[in-house]
T-cell receptor, first 111, second 116 residues
Framework: QKEVEQNSGPLSVPEGAIASLNCTYS??????FFWYRQYSGKSPELIMF????GDKEDGRFTAQLNKASQYVSLLIRDSQPSDSATYLC???????????FGTGTSLTVIP | DGGITQSPKYLFRKEGQNVTLSCEQN?????MYWYRQDPGQGLRLIYY???????QKGDIAEGYSVSREKKESFPLTVTSAQKNPTAFYLC???????????????FGPGTRLTVT
């Protein structure tokens, strides 16, 4: 069983602060890593993807990958109330083109 | 506009009835997937298809069936054998169905099925 673990939260941060979301995975053969945002009752929306070790920045979002530690994180700078959602970590395998999802971290940004 | 459509958005059925959920994409994606999401849970893979006329079971395929007769369509049937069918069902697709390719998944809006 390929596992993807996330803290379920809830994580609360004040508006303007940095929110840090973490994810670990069990399969060392994992090749691709994704962060999705899911608002209540809606489908997941892709925010970031990362394939190589290091940081990848896109606007207020930074994804960090450390394959040696089997760890991927998402930083949200200048958090806004509209960032309040559940964030899903997904891990892709290089065989069979399958994806494995964590249970998600609930984030609340307090105005 | 390119995208993935799922219909209907809400679906109600009586226990013991089979029901088919529609998923259509016009993104020209090769691979398509069906997931189930229960409250407070992550996504669990039901079935996936990497190419037309071929599909594989995911982690929770029991009680479900699929077909992939056309590249753009991947309907899911929830049969009466599925013990707890009430859930949020999500269809997704990726550009490539080939192994060793890594592409992000795009999701449809979902169908919320309630069985009573």
């Amino acid at each position: 069983q390929k596992e993807v673990e996330q803290n379920s939260g809830p994580l609360s941060v004040p508006e303007g602060a940095i929110a840090s979301l973490n994810c670990t995975y069990s399969d060392r053969g994992s090749q691709s890593f994704f962060w999705y945002r899911q608002y209540s009752g809606k489908s997941p929306e892709l925010i970031m993807f990362i394939y190589s070790n290091g940081d990848k920045e896109d606007g207020r979002f930074t994804a960090q990958l450390n394959k040696a530690s089997q760890y991927v994180s998402l930083l949200i700078r200048d958090s806004q109330p509209s960032d309040s959602a559940t964030y899903l970590c997904a891990v892709g395998q290089n065989t069979g083109n399958q994806f494995y999802f964590g249970t998600g971290t609930s984030l609340t940004v307090i105005p | 506009d390119g995208g993935i459509t799922q219909s209907p958005k809400y679906l109600f059925r009586k226990e013991g009835q089979n029901v088919t959920l529609s998923c259509e994409q016009n993104l020209n994606h090769d691979a398509m997937y069906w997931y189930r999401q229960d409250p407070g849970q992550g996504l669990r893979l039901i079935y996936y298809s990497q190419i037309v006329n071929d599909f594989q079971k995911g982690d929770i395929a029991e009680g479900y069936s699929v077909s992939r007769e056309k590249k753009e369509s991947f309907p899911l049937t929830v049969t009466s054998a599925q013990k707890n069918p009430t859930a949020f069902y999500l269809c997704a697709s990726t550009p490539s169905g080939r192994a060793f390719d890594s592409y992000e998944q795009y999701f449809g809006p979902g169908t919320r099925l309630t069985v009573t």
